[in-house]
């Protein structure tokens, strides 16, 4: 599914905000990396845009990025990966912007690729960790994202994250006024729109909202349960949010949300898996939490390296679990468990996020 700002709002309060994370990192990350000296610097003259290289094009990006222009730094990106798909600078320059524009599957699809090519340090796997998890704060990445869309208001990714931030963050007349140059027309806008009529308990207005909405579109069959369940219709809420589970078995909102329909309905057989996986998904947010508040001191240690792996591949997220047992191993060398846990995951590679056995 493409994006799920409810998913961003479930860590803890307090722990360090991915998008904000990333748009501060962004200039380090380019300066270090590639050692570019000015964001406005423009390429050599006459240079024509067919002979540019691949490297050309992620100079480009890694340019528009320290700029704050996340459209033109995400064209650039996909065009180095046409040319070279093994460009994991690409990869990363992607993650980096589908984070901090909550494009939740896309970020943890480029995180995973960037591994594959070259391994992420600590930083950047907590990083793609805590977008696993959902982690965001609108009010501390509102301000970031309007530069970025004052610098190209044409962005529609940025403006869809801005108003959806603005939603979460209790300002909903600014949110429809970022929302204004989107249509109807646009899917996201239709389903940021939808949850603004929820949040005043309107209905009827989200229901008209969501009906032109394509019918496979996950936010919808979402917020359609969430309709069903204010209307205390279970088996509608039931269909809807396994509808939803379907193309994102870790989404934490309609895994509470099926929980809560199937004891509406008195069918509890299925309860235990979900409230399993619940636990689960809490457990690896603590750990993150402690991993990031560690980072923050200095260095996260091996035990809790291990851990992370560990909770990772219980949910199925097998290319981060592989991602922190290495780490753990680069700790400690001689962690035997963390050995034994790449070796398996290694010889039995997943698409990433491909969901554990137990989930609904």
């Known amino acids: 599914m493409r994006w799920q700002p409810t998913s961003f709002r479930a860590g803890p309060k307090g722990m360090v905000p991915c998008a904000m994370l990333i748009l501060a990192f962004l200039a380090v990350f380019v300066s270090r990396a590639r050692g570019l000296k000015d964001a406005t610097t423009p390429s050599a003259p006459g240079r024509l845009e067919q002979s540019a290289s691949a490297e050309e094009w992620v100079r480009r990006g890694d340019l528009a990025l320290r700029g704050r222009r996340l459209g033109r730094a995400e064209s650039a990106f996909l065009q180095a990966l046409r040319l070279d798909p093994g460009q994991a600078p690409a990869h990363l320059g992607l993650a980096w912007i589908h984070t901090s524009q909550m494009r939740r599957p896309e970020a943890i699809s480029e995180y995973s690729a960037a591994d594959e090519l070259r391994p992420l340090d600590s930083g950047q796997v907590l990083v793609w960790t805590q977008v696993r998890c959902g982690m965001w704060d609108p009010d501390k990445v509102t301000g970031p994202l309007r530069d970025c869309l004052s610098n190209d208001p044409d962005d529609r990714w940025t403006r869809v994250?801005?108003?959806?931030?603005?939603?979460?963050?209790?300002?909903?007349?600014?949110?429809?006024?970022?929302?204004?140059?989107?249509?109807?027309?646009?899917?996201?806008?239709?389903?940021?729109?939808?949850?603004?009529?929820?949040?005043?308990?309107?209905?009827?207005?989200?229901?008209?909202?969501?009906?032109?909405?394509?019918?496979?579109?996950?936010?919808?069959?979402?917020?359609?349960?969430?309709?069903a369940l204010a209307r205390r219709d279970a088996p509608a809420a039931i269909c809807r949010f396994r509808r939803v589970l379907a193309s994102a078995p870790d989404h934490r909102p309609a895994l509470l949300g099926?929980?809560?329909?199937?004891?509406m309905a008195g069918r509890v057989e299925s309860l235990p898996g979900i409230l399993a996986t619940l636990r689960e998904l809490d457990r690896l947010l603590d750990l993150v939490r402690k991993a990031a508040e560690s980072k923050h001191e200095g260095r996260i240690d091996g035990p809790l390296l291990r851990d992370l792996g560990i909770s990772c591949e219980s949910l199925g997220f097998r290319a981060e679990a592989r991602?922190?047992?290495?780490?753990?191993?680069?700790?400690?060398?001689?962690?035997?468990?963390?050995q034994a846990a790449l070796f398996r995951l290694s010889g039995s590679r997943s698409a990433p996020g491909s969901p554990p056995g137990g989930m609904p």
């Open 323 to 338: 991602a922190w047992f290495r780490l753990a191993i680069t700790t400690d060398p001689l962690d035997s468990r963390s």
């Open 161 to 227: 994250a801005l108003a959806e931030g603005l939603r979460l963050g209790g300002k909903p007349r600014e949110a429809e006024d970022v929302l204004g140059p989107l249509g109807d027309a646009v899917p996201e806008a239709r389903v940021i729109r939808a949850r603004l009529a929820i949040d005043r308990e309107d209905l009827q207005a989200a229901e008209k909202l969501l009906a032109p909405a394509p019918a496979d579109l996950p936010e919808r069959a979402e917020l359609e349960g969430k309709i």
């Open 258 to 263: 099926l929980a809560q329909a199937l004891r």
